[in-house]
């Protein structure tokens, strides 16, 4: 497996050269992740309801625990902020509140550090910062730091249990033969993570709403949570709208919804030739988008991401100006990199967030998902053909994903911070590590039949249901746990 050095000292120009040629094949994906929703934009539900309900597993494990984000967790460090900001950053967009200086102040000094805490070899113990915890709970337990452990439990449904699996992602449908990837459950090195119970979840989110905002993967994500949840009860679709991107969920016998809201870019957007979805769209970074915006207030629980739509060809605005582009033919316009328009459309995210007058909910920023391929770009016979996780120590992320990351924890200490001084609770599931340790987790050429013309041979980006993407939903179980408890 490839092991990037991370480079701390890379200049402007290098770093656009360097980070186009890494990344140049990500805009095609980048196009195929959008071509499926479209390929894929309704939810293909098996039609048949199962007739017998498997009944609802009782303890799984039964492990409590009341602990809370780690002191070591990287999130801490964001304070430091890495010279890379600055090249894709005009200065006087940088929000930096005043009281934000001495951290910077102190970042300079600590980033020889940096290293060794982006690669996670385990913390320093000197974490300067307090966002990202709950209300008083233990907060030794770092729930994203740890290993996949074995787990005969799994899985908890199957393609003929659960009705929610879209075609793309019913991975035994298309013939996957081996099924130990199913066999995985995360374990925090601190503390357990129980596996999600569907009987204590919906009494948890009894009388409660629960929004997704983001692109195909947040939809993969919802997937998984009706799934789990249908060994106990099913929803009814009480969507208001007949757009197939936005749809709601009802659970009558326990009063809970959940909602998705179509959004890849969490930003207003513009296509710039209506009927051709693969020319570039235009990326309005400073605009709300208000087909989420003005939803959100009423719910208890958002959780919101995105990703590798940054990757496409696209147009920048600012105030309707244009500020840039990702790979518009265009010379005339300033090339920026993917982290310029992911880093303004998480700002604006959060900057519509905190404006919410009325809002009482608890936000989820689930974090930048690394894709999986090996051997080639996903169009040049790139595939994720691994059956089993990575450990910890044999997997490094390579530094495209890296900066999206780094770029996301840095909008979000700011989004998070603001957000507190305005009574709104933001906090991070973060994801990225522990799905860069699944390789073995994505369709691959198991999201198709093998002789259908589809457009990417081997999908590394989504993920089978049942697989690793279930575990999101024991994080989410835990995570809305230690905040009601700190309520
Ligand atoms: C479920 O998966 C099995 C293989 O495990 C496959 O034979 C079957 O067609 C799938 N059923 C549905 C409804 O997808
Ligand atoms: C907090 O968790 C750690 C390990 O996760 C444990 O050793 C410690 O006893 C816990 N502290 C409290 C107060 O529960
Ligand atoms: C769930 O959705 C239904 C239909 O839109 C609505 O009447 C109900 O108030 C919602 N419940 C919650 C808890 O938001
Ligand atoms: C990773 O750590 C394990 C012990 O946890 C060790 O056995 C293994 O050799 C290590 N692998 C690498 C690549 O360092
Ligand atoms: C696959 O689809 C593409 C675009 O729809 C088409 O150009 C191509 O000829 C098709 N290939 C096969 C083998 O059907």
């Known amino acids: ?24 094949h990500l805009v095609a994906l980048a196009l195929i992740v959008t071509i499926i929703p479209i390929y894929y934009p309704y ?3 098996i039609l048949e309801k199962p007739t017998a309900i498997p009944s609802p597993i009782d303890n799984l494990l039964n492990v409590q625990t009341t602990t809370t984000l780690s002191r070591h967790h990287p999130i801490y460090r964001s304070h430091i902020i890495p010279t890379t900001q600055k090249e894709d950053d005009d200065p006087k967009l940088v929000v930096v509140p005043p009281e934000k200086k001495e951290h ?5 000094r600590k980033r020889g550090r940096r290293e060794a805490v982006l690669k996670r070899t385990g913390g320093d113990g000197d974490g300067d910062g307090d966002v990202g915890g ?21 899985p908890y449904y199957t393609n003929t249990t659960c009705w929610a699996i879209q075609e793309h992602q019913n991975c035994m449908k298309f013939g996957r033969p081996d ?3 199913l066999k995985w459950r995360w374990k925090p090195n601190e503390c357990e993570l129980p596996v999600l119970d569907p009987v204590q979840f919906l009494e948890m989110m009894r009388g409660k709403s629960l929004a997704f905002v983001g692109d195909s993967v947040a939809r993969n994500h919802m997937q998984s949570l009706l799934c789990l949840l249908s060994r106990v009860a099913y929803p009814n679709d009480v969507s208001t709208s007949s757009d197939q991107n936005f749809r709601r969920w009802e659970y009558p016998d326990y009063n809970f919804n959940i909602s998705i809201f179509w959004s890849p870019y969490l930003v207003n957007t513009d296509r710039t030739d209506r009927n051709d979805i693969t020319k570039p769209f235009k990326l309005y970074l400073d605009e709300f988008d208000e087909s989420w915006t003005s939803q959100i207030e009423q719910f208890d629980y958002v959780i919101i991401s995105a990703g590798q739509w940054f990757f496409r060809p696209t147009m920048f605005y600012s105030n309707r100006f244009i500020i840039g582009c990702l790979y518009c033919p265009e010379s ?4 920026r990199p993917s982290t310029f328009s992911y880093r303004r459309a998480w700002r604006t995210a959060f900057r519509a967030i ?8 608890i936000v989820f920023l689930r974090s930048f998902v690394p894709s999986h391929f090996e051997g080639g770009h996903w169009d040049k016979g790139g595939d994720c053909v691994r059956t089993k996780p990575f450990k910890s120590n044999e997997s490094v992320m390579e530094d495209y994903s890296l900066e999206m990351y780094k770029t996301q924890l840095q909008e979000y200490r700011i989004g998070e911070r603001e957000g507190r001084k305005n009574g709104v609770k933001i906090t991070i599931m973060d994801m990225t590590q522990v799905m860069q340790l699944r390789p073995d987790g994505h369709p691959s050429k198991y999201g198709h039949w093998p002789l259908q013309n589809v457009t990417m041979a081997n999908d590394c980006v989504h993920w089978c249901l049942p697989g690793p993407i279930d575990a999101w939903n024991d994080f989410l179980m835990e995570l809305i746990k230690r905040e009601e408890s700190g309520r």
């Not at 497996?1 to 140049?24: D, F």
């Not at 905190?354 to 909910?361: A, D």
């Open 1 to 24: 497996m490839k092991v990037h050095a991370i480079n701390e000292g890379k200049t402007q120009l290098s770093t656009r050269r360097k980070t186009s040629s890494k990344i140049a």
């Open 43 to 45: 939810i293909h539900y």
């Open 104 to 108: 910077r102040k102190r970042g300079r």
């Open 134 to 154: 709950g209300g008083g709970g233990n907060k030794s337990c770092d729930l994203f730091s740890g290993e996949w452990v074995e787990n005969p439990e799994g």
């Open 179 to 181: 099924q130990d990837f």
């Open 332 to 335: 005339s316009i300033r090339h």
């Open 354 to 361: 905190n404006s919410l007058k009325n809002f009482k909910g």
